[in-house]
């Protein structure tokens, strides 16, 4: 069983940055692929991205692809994502997930946060 908390949304400008953190507050994330998602005001979830449990090989959406950056920090129990020139489409409620596959879809992943809102104003 693992418990997992994002942290470090807010509001942005359009061009800024922000970074998200994912921790467990119950078991170990170290051999869980970390994936984000984030879903808009009226719109179904979206792969953000993932991370393997070794860190060493990571995926983006091509949406985020260049501008975002997922890493993990096992000694901390944490994995962050680095956003960077941001945009107002960025916008949404940001989750973080723990699975066993990497996947680009939320139903291989087991445990999930509550998600923190980011707002990127133009």
């Known amino acids: 069983q693992v418990q997992v908390a994002e942290s470090g949304g807010g509001l942005v400008q359009a061009g800024g940055s922000l970074r998200l953190s994912c921790t467990a507050s119950?078991?170990?994330?170290?051999?869980?692929?970390g994936g984000w998602f984030r879903q808009a005001p009226g719109k179904e979830r979206e792969f953000v991205g993932c991370?393997?449990?070794?860190?060493?090989?990571?995926y983006y959406a091509d949406s985020v692809k260049g501008r975002f950056t997922i890493s993990r920090e096992t000694g901390k129990n944490t994995i962050y994502l680095q956003m960077n020139s941001l945009k107002p489409e960025d916008t949404a409620v940001y989750y973080c997930?723990?699975?066993?596959?990497?996947?680009?879809?939320?139903?291989?992943?087991?445990?999930w946060g509550q998600g923190t809102q980011v707002t990127v104003s133009s």
């Open positions: 119950e078991g170990t994330l170290s051999t869980y692929v």
């Open positions: 991370i393997t449990s070794s860190g060493t090989s990571t």
């Open positions: 997930a723990a699975g066993r596959n990497v996947a680009a879809t939320s139903h291989p992943y087991y445990y």
